[in-house]
């Protein structure tokens, strides 16, 4: 019976002492739930729970669509439209500001 109480009281004491997770993030998610990146201005946080992944508009690939593979757990800083990333200097960008080949 002593052991019971104890179990009871340690699972208390370690709900209680538990730290609420972060539903409020703007960046990047780990594997555990925690926020541990805030996405910078002019971006925004792109998730995907367990679905279809689109990818980031670059300048190569403005429009991109969602691809048939499914990816869970997923979460990057996508470029805000109507910029798209420059996958050369990393930076968001207007289209017609992307690089010509």
């Known amino acids: 019976m002593k052991f019971a109480v104890t179990l009871c009281v340690l699972v208390f004491v370690a709900l209680a002492a538990a730290k609420p997770q972060r539903y409020d993030c703007n960046g990047t998610i780990d594997g555990f739930g ?22 980031e508009a670059t300048c190569n690939r403005p429009h ?5 593979a499914f990816i869970c757990d997923f979460s ?9 990333r420059n996958v050369i200097t ?8 992307c690089p010509t080949n």
């Open 90 to 97: 990393g930076k968001c960008v207007a289209l017609e500001d």
């Open 64 to 68: 991109p669509r969602a691809e048939d």
């Open 34 to 55: 925690r926020c541990i990146q805030d996405c910078p201005r002019g971006t925004y946080r792109y998730a995907t729970a367990c679905g279809p992944f689109t990818p």
């Open 76 to 84: 990057a800083c996508y470029c805000s439209s109507p910029k798209v």
